[in-house]
């Protein structure tokens, strides 16, 4: 039995049959048989139970600067941006901080974010007005059934609002094994978001710092509180539901988008369902910020996935809108749907 405690930032104590930690593409030559699941830094992942199968965890490492590169990508030794090939087994917050320290810059609004490179792109993680996507311009993978090699653009990634084709059926047997981005060399703040409009950033390290700050005020620390970040994705809504409402709250937190839809704050709608900082045995929603389902120590599976079922189900009955998880759902044999636990 393979140990997964330390594989899933929720703290879950919870095995899987094998455990098989991968550090270079050639370890993933051979097809595999049986269930497997892939994991970086198990930060985004609920196991409900057991996993029958094996666990491939994600330590390919290495950072390697390439040539510069015009706005296009084509390359161009005047041009201010830089190609960044990264193994997908590097912490992105570690990433960060390193490219930085290089002077490159473009994911600073990303900074703090649990979770490993390759794992990154699956959800296309996001936070501050930046999904991670924008600068994927390469990335290469390996096929764990047939052991072959894969290599995608960042156009053929699909990406969207935490989700890319990793998710698609046929594709989800990829191995992450480099993302190579493309960056800026010249920091152009990324002040969308309402916590960061009101300040005035010289540096990326200074925005940094400020997604830092907010990140901490708002979420907990997986280090000492079991989390997986927001369980639940935003939904979207049309704006006839908005309208409906703002008759009943009109300071409802709303986001406009290019098709016409408007995309909600979960944590909001679970806030006003009276389900923010509430407690369930050892699990509950997190006092600053109602979205992150949170392990008090020492909580089962099942009872993670019976608060969750809880806050959905107070949700639709407040406002008839159904939430559907973030976080991935792994049970005994592999990859499950919300309606399946
Ligand atoms: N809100 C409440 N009560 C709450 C939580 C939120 O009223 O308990 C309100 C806030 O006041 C705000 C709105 O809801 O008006 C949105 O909240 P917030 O700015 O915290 O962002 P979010 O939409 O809840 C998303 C991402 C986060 C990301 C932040 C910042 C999703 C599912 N979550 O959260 O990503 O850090 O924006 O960009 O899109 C993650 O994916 O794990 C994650 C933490």
Redesign the pocket.
């Known amino acids: 039995m393979f140990d997964l405690s330390s594989y899933n930032t929720f703290n879950l104590t919870v095995y899987a049959q094998a455990g098989r930690v991968i550090t270079a593409p050639e370890d993933l030559t051979q097809p595999l048989g049986g269930p497997y699941i892939i994991l970086g830094a198990g930060s985004?992942v609920l196991f409900t139970e057991d996993f029958a199968g094996t666990v491939l965890i994600n330590r390919i490492g290495g950072i390697e600067l390439g040539s510069k590169v015009d706005e296009r990508g084509a390359p161009n030794d005047l041009g201010d941006h830089i190609l960044v090939r990264v193994g997908g087994g590097v912490l992105l917050d570690e990433l960060i901080d390193y490219l930085l320290d290089q002077g490159i810059c473009g994911l600073e609004n990303l900074s703090l974010?649990p979770g490993t490179v390759g794992a990154a792109p699956i959800?296309n993680?996001?936070?501050?007005?930046v999904e991670i996507g924008t600068f994927i311009a390469q990335i290469e993978a390996r096929d764990v059934l047939s052991g072959k090699q894969v290599i995608l653009s960042g156009e053929q990634c699909r990406f969207g609002?935490?989700t890319s084709i990793f998710k698609e059926q046929g594709w989800s047997s990829l191995f992450i094994t480099h993302v190579t981005f493309k960056l800026p060399l010249k920091f152009t703040p990324k002040v969308n978001?309402?916590?960061l409009q009101s300040c005035e950033f010289k540096q990326a390290r200074a925005l940094r710092e400020r997604v830092i700050a907010l990140?901490n005020e708002?979420?907990p620390n997986p280090k000492y509180v079991g989390n997986?970040?927001?369980f639940?994705?935003?939904p979207y809504v049309s704006a006839q539901v908005v309208a409906q409402l703002k008759e009943r709250y009109e300071q409802v937190?709303c986001y406009p988008q290019s098709d016409g839809s408007f995309k909600l704050?979960?944590?909001?709608l679970?806030?006003?369902a009276n389900c923010?900082g509430i407690k369930h045995g050892q699990v509950g929603t997190w006092g600053?910020?109602?979205?992150?389902i949170v392990n008090l120590g020492g909580a089962k599976p099942h009872e993670v996935v019976a608060l969750a079922k809880y806050v959905s189900a107070e949700v639709q009955n407040k406002f008839a809108l159904d939430l559907v998880p973030?976080v991935r759902l792994y049970g005994k044999h592999g990859e499950l749907s919300w309606d399946q636990i």
Do not use: C, H, M, T
Request: aromatic share 14%.
């Open positions: 985004d974010i959800q993680v996001g936070a501050y007005g609002y935490r978001y309402a916590g990140r708002k979420l997986a970040g927001s639940f994705k935003n937190p704050a979960a944590g909001w679970i806030d006003k923010r600053n910020q109602a979205l992150v973030e």
